[in-house]
């Protein structure tokens, strides 16, 4: 099972930008599509983006579609995800995941079975 450790978390005012990291444990990462989910307090989890085990393919939700860009290197092992333009109804705990099994396309049904501790983000109006 992959070990996801998230950082990059903050508080930041509303336009503004963060990058978010996770780091993944064990020689297999780069076989497995990755994915960034976030919960805000009181909601369930949701989508937010993810991307397939090469790289080449990626999924966002609407709510940060054209805002968020998720990406990998897998020479270090670390998926980043890119937040732009920030909005107050960003706030929340984000989680990077691994899919469950390898070489998945990464879309937003992927079973992902290794989840990190999160990073809060907080965006202030």
């Known amino acids: 099972q992959v070990q996801l450790v998230e950082s990059g978390g903050g508080l930041v005012q509303a336009g503004g930008s963060l990058r978010l990291s996770c780091a993944a444990s064990?020689?297999?990462?780069?076989?497995?599509?990755m994915g960034w989910f976030r919960q805000a307090p009181g909601k369930e989890r949701e989508f937010v983006a993810s991307?397939?085990?090469?790289?080449?393919?990626?999924y966002y939700a609407d709510s940060v579609k054209g805002r968020f860009t998720i990406s990998r290197d897998n020479a270090k092992n670390t998926v980043y995800l890119q937040m732009n333009s920030l909005k107050p109804e960003d706030t929340a705990v984000y989680y990077c995941?691994?899919?469950?099994?390898?070489?998945?396309?990464?879309?937003?049904?992927?079973?992902?079975?290794?989840w990190g501790q999160g990073t809060q983000v907080t965006v202030s109006s």
């Open positions: 064990g020689p297999t990462f780069s076989k497995y599509a």
């Open positions: 995941a691994a899919a469950r099994f390898n070489y998945g396309s990464g879309s937003p049904g992927t079973d992902f079975g290794s």
């Open positions: 991307i397939n085990w090469t790289g080449g393919r990626t």
